[in-house]
């Protein structure tokens, strides 16, 4: 299946923006969602809905094999051991907070270490800054080389026996590093640490393995993979989440409740307590259907031709900087336009019907490491084209026209 074709699939990226087709260049926020995905949580809706796990009527056995099914699908899509290792949650955000809340303030203590890097998003910060403070560990950090990468020389230097967590982004939403997560694994498991990644953008666009990865814990996000907003996925070895204590209680997640004392379901029934989201689930499970109908080896090798020929373009911008590496990048280039801030450059850009992020991309330590406030990214998936990114550069041209007097 061609690109054009795969577009026809996505019914959103048929419209016209402000007397323009809309060229949605925005993915690494949330990818559009195709025909299938959207059909499929309307079909749930309209034939299926009810709760899982419950009834025992006709609506709630295919409810539950929906939403069961849909656990396998993301198993066999990042080649857990089982079923049992794979949680559902609201998406990476959540899923690192119950690692962080579960698991990483029960094993640490005062004078043990935490490792992550600068580049990591605020979901993969904050939560390691809350378990240092009330655990009394230290939250070290992986220096980062002049481009935004990391060196495994410093990830051995960083590491200590006393580091009992490394949690780093498999690949960065800001610069469009793909970090050797395999190989800082070795080295944690080496020092006696667990190592947890933030799949959130390597999951929508490279084939994982968590197996391979050989990776403790790893977090996705549904929307950013043609999914639905409001589901994602938390794997764990499962001897791991069989001594982790679930975060959240109630209905669903236990096993005998007497007035005083309460035992827990099995795996991976004990962590999500409450109404699931289930249709969001379902959505899932069909996102999976279509990325791999297209596979996932196809859709990196076109991210990142896409990716070469964006870096390559904006590259002939005078005073357009490019953060992050200017190859060997995942697909996303982060710049800035002379001294235009980037929320006039996104918005001068809409007017011309092209959707870009500006702002600190919740990396606000990064920024920083970058010597800036904020930054303009263009983010590419599996339905965009090197037309949008001449449609990009020439918008991009017009801007630094109009704000000529901010440029140089």
């Known amino acids: ?12 990226l048929h419209q016209e923006v402000n007397g323009h087709p809309l060229v949605y260049l925005d993915s690494a926020a949330t990818s559009q969602k195709p025909v299938s995905v959207i059909e499929a949580i309307k079909h749930y809706y309209e034939f299926d809905n009810s709760n899982v796990h419950r009834g025992v009527h006709t609506l709630g056995s295919r409810a539950t094999d929906a939403y069961e099914g849909a656990r396998e699908k993301v198993a066999k899509f990042i080649n857990a051991g089982s079923t049992e290792e ?95 997560v395999k190989a800082i694994a070795e080295i944690a498991h080496r020092h006696g640490a667990k190592m947890v990644v933030d799949g959130a953008q390597s999951t929508p666009h490279l084939k994982v393995d968590v197996q391979d990865l050989d990776c403790d814990f790893y977090a996705l996000s549904g929307h950013k993979m043609c999914g639905p907003t409001g589901i994602g996925a938390l794997y764990g070895k499962k001897t791991l989440l069989e001594h982790m204590e679930p975060i959240e209680f109630g209905g669903e997640m236990i096993d005998h409740v007497d007035l005083y004392d309460s035992t827990w379901k099995e795996l991976p029934w004990k ?32 991210e990142r031709q896409l990716t070469a020929y964006a870096v390559e373009r904006l590259s002939e911008i005078e005073d357009l900087k490019i953060y992050g590496p200017l190859t060997d990048r995942a697909g996303l280039v982060t710049f800035n336009l002379g001294d235009v801030h980037p929320h006039d450059v996104a918005t001068v850009l809409d007017t011309d019907g092209i959707a870009i992020r500006a702002g600190h991309h919740c990396c606000q330590p990064l920024m920083r490491w970058l010597q800036v406030s904020s930054t303009a990214r263009a983010s590419f998936y599996l339905y965009n084209t090197e037309e949008d990114i001449d449609r990009l550069v020439a918008s991009l041209l017009k801007t630094k026209e109009y704000f000529g007097h901010a440029i140089g």
């Open 86 to 180: 794979v949680i559902f949650t609201r998406g990476t955000t959540t899923a690192l907070n119950m690692v962080a809340s579960g698991y990483a303030r029960v094993i640490c203590q005062e004078g043990d270490e935490i490792v992550i890097t600068p580049m990591e998003h605020h979901s993969n910060l904050i939560p390691w800054q809350q378990v240092a403070k009330a655990t009394g560990a230290v939250l070290k950090y992986i220096p980062l080389q002049e481009d935004g990468s990391i060196l495994l020389q410093d990830v051995e230097d960083t590491i200590t026996e006393r580091t009992k967590i490394v949690s780093v982004t498999y690949v960065s939403n800001v610069l469009g590093v793909v970090n050797p």
């Open 1 to 12: 299946m061609n690109t054009k074709e795969i577009r026809q699939l996505f019914p959103i």
């Open 271 to 302: 962590f999500e307590g409450g109404t699931p989201v289930i249709a969001g689930a379902v959505g899932l499970g069909a996102a999976i259907d279509f990325l791999e109908s297209i596979g996932m080896d196809e859709i990196e090798r076109h």
